[in-house]
């Protein structure tokens, strides 16, 4: 055997303990994420909330990301990756017992601090983990390392809706009979306390996996990696020093805010959306895994065209021309066919974070944990579109406001895929 080929057996050998392991830690994170989908049915019905209020869910959740990205990126300079992994889980661990205690309490803001504190245990570990990935072997194949840590997400989050309705949604339907036939309010108020209290023990058994993860990551082989020596290559005419020499990077921030949004749209609004028709939650429960696995054929798709047949910023460009075509799909037409539409925007989304983030810190070198923080505050359009979307749709027709709000963020998508991941650097593709 060639002295090249031993070479690159080391180098994919390398590679493949750590991808296990941000493996890992992205199917955790994907199951915790996705549950937010059926979260926002749950607290509708064990706090009795309007849409308005169940869907500060997402945004508790998202906000996080917002206000505690960059406090991450210091945390990763004293820390180093690894432990900022561990660091993260052991946050989210809190942020669990938290949930899980305030939702048994039925004390609504105690429930939305914890899914604050998951979000932020989860902003310190996508800051770390998204640019440990893309780093970890070439820049212009990162799309393809972030994909199939994309499908260790979303395979946790296609299960998380059908592991949340057995353990907690079970018999839904009848339970709404119960509450609609309760005799009186203090009848009422037992049977919500009593499918609020469903939760703890789920909650409490992921703290303890949360805890017993972080550490196996920290004792864990992961080797550290420096974004300074391992993300440097610099594009011509960037000034030194400075992460506004970069404007890609403020670019694809504003493109991964929009991207969030729409994201969160398809998959944790998509039961409030089907609701809009008259479909009932027992109906609706599953949706966002329906999203989740049309993600995951996304992202398969992506894994087998990505750098080999096309690349990361010419898929991106061509899946928010998908974005656009299926959200025109969601409003001409009516009940399951236009939910369908909606669910198919998941293989449109896919691919987008994958190509976004390693297009948005290439060339940053010693400023990629700031310049990753940044964009992982971009996670915030989780937190805003949705909310917006529960406003507006109380006064306008639901479907335009789906229509309005997802094509202006898949023009800017294609925008940023086909010409602003380039502005600033004048290097060629």
Same mark, same amino acid.
């Given at each position: 055997?060639?002295?090249t080929?031993?070479?690159?057996?080391?180098?994919?050998?390398?590679?493949?303990?750590?991808?296990?392991?941000?493996?890992?830690?992205?199917?955790?994170?994907?199951f915790?994420?996705?549950?937010?989908?059926?979260?926002?049915?749950?607290?509708?019905?064990?706090?009795?909330?309007?849409?308005?209020?169940?869907?500060?869910?997402?945004?508790?959740?998202?906000?996080?990301?917002?206000?505690?990205?960059l406090?991450?990126?210091? %945390?990763?300079?004293?820390t180093?990756?690894?432990?900022?992994?561990?660091? #993260?889980?052991?946050?989210?661990?809190? #942020?669990?017992?938290?949930?899980?205690?305030?939702?048994?309490?039925?004390?609504?803001?105690?429930a939305?601090?914890?899914?604050?504190?998951?979000?932020?245990?989860?902003?310190?570990?996508?800051?770390?983990?998204?640019?440990?990935?893309?780093?970890l072997?070439?820049?212009d194949?990162g799309?393809?390392?972030?994909?199939?840590?994309?499908?260790?997400?979303?395979?946790? #989050?296609?299960?998380?809706?059908?592991?949340?309705?057995?353990?907690?949604?079970?018999?839904i339907?009848?339970?709404?009979?119960?509450?609609?036939?309760?005799?009186s309010?203090?009848?009422?108020?037992?049977?919500?306390?009593?499918?609020?209290?469903?939760?703890?023990?789920?909650?409490?058994?992921?703290?303890?996996?949360?805890?017993?993860?972080?550490?196996?990551?920290?004792?864990?082989?992961l080797?550290? %990696?420096?974004p300074?020596?391992?993300?440097?290559?610099?594009?011509?005419?960037?000034?030194?020093?400075?992460?506004?020499?970069?404007?890609?990077?403020?670019?694809?921030?504003?493109?991964?805010f929009?991207?969030?949004?729409?994201?969160?749209?398809?998959?944790?609004?998509?039961?409030?959306?089907?609701?809009?028709?008259?479909?009932?939650?027992?109906?609706?429960?599953?949706f966002?895994?329906?999203?989740?696995?049309?993600?995951?054929v996304?992202?398969?798709?992506?894994?087998l065209?990505?750098?080999?047949?096309?690349?990361?910023?010419?898929?991106?460009?061509?899946?928010?021309?998908?974005?656009v075509?299926?959200?025109?799909?969601?409003?001409?037409?009516?009940?399951?066919?236009?939910?369908?539409?909606?669910?198919?925007?998941?293989?449109?989304?896919?691919?987008?974070?994958?190509?976004?983030?390693?297009?948005?810190?290439?060339?940053?070198?010693?400023?990629?944990?700031?310049g990753?923080?940044?964009?992982?505050?971009?996670?915030?359009?989780?937190?805003?579109?949705?909310?917006?979307?529960?406003?507006?749709?109380?006064?306008?027709?639901?479907?335009?406001?789906?229509?309005?709000?997802?094509?202006?963020c898949?023009?800017?998508?294609?925008?940023? #895929?086909?010409?602003g991941?380039?502005?600033?650097?004048?290097?060629?593709?």
């Open positions: 055997m060639s002295s080929a031993v070479a690159v057996d080391e180098t994919r050998h390398s590679s493949l303990v750590p991808m296990i392991i941000i493996g890992v830690l992205f199917f955790i994170f994907g915790v994420t996705w549950l937010n989908g059926p979260l926002i049915t749950f607290v509708k019905l064990a706090f009795n909330l309007d849409d308005v209020n169940a869907f500060l869910v997402p945004m508790a959740f998202y906000l996080s990301y917002f206000f505690l990205a406090p991450s990126s210091f %945390i990763l300079k004293k180093g990756m690894k432990k900022g992994m561990g660091l #993260g889980l052991f946050v989210m661990a809190i #942020g669990a017992v938290m949930f899980g205690q305030f939702v048994t309490m039925r004390v609504y803001p105690g939305l601090t914890g899914l604050f504190v998951i979000g932020a245990g989860l902003s310190l570990l996508q800051t770390a983990s998204n640019p440990y990935i893309s780093i072997g070439p820049i194949s799309a393809q390392r972030i994909a199939f840590m994309g499908i260790c997400n979303k395979l946790a #989050g296609a299960a998380a809706p059908f592991v949340f309705s057995a353990v907690v949604m079970s018999n339907g009848s339970f709404d009979k119960q509450i609609a036939a309760a005799g309010p203090e009848a009422k108020d037992a049977l919500l306390a009593a499918f609020a209290a469903k939760v703890h023990l789920p909650y409490m058994v992921m703290a303890g996996l949360l805890v017993v993860l972080a550490v196996w990551v920290v004792r864990s082989s080797p550290e %990696i420096k300074s020596s391992d993300n440097s290559e610099r594009a011509i005419g960037h000034a030194k020093g400075s992460l506004f020499s970069f404007p890609h990077l403020w670019l694809g921030v504003l493109c991964l929009v991207y969030v949004g729409v994201e969160v749209m398809a998959g944790d609004a998509i039961g409030t959306y089907g609701q809009g028709f008259g479909m009932t939650p027992a109906d609706t429960q599953h966002t895994s329906y999203t989740l696995i049309a993600m995951l996304g992202y398969i798709a992506g894994l065209l990505i750098p080999k047949f096309v690349s990361q910023q010419r898929y991106l460009a061509f899946s928010a021309v998908l974005g075509v299926f959200s025109i799909g969601t409003y001409v037409t009516s009940g399951y066919v236009s939910v369908g539409f909606v669910a198919a925007l998941g293989f449109a989304n896919a691919m987008m974070w994958p190509a976004i983030f390693p297009l948005a810190i290439k060339g940053l070198g010693a400023l990629t944990e700031f990753s923080a940044f964009l992982i505050m971009g996670i915030a359009g989780g937190a805003i579109i949705p909310v917006i979307f529960a406003h507006l749709k109380q006064t306008y027709d639901f479907q335009a406001v789906f229509l309005c709000l997802m094509v202006p898949y023009l800017y998508i294609l925008y940023y #895929g086909a010409a991941h380039r502005v600033g650097q004048h290097v060629k593709d």
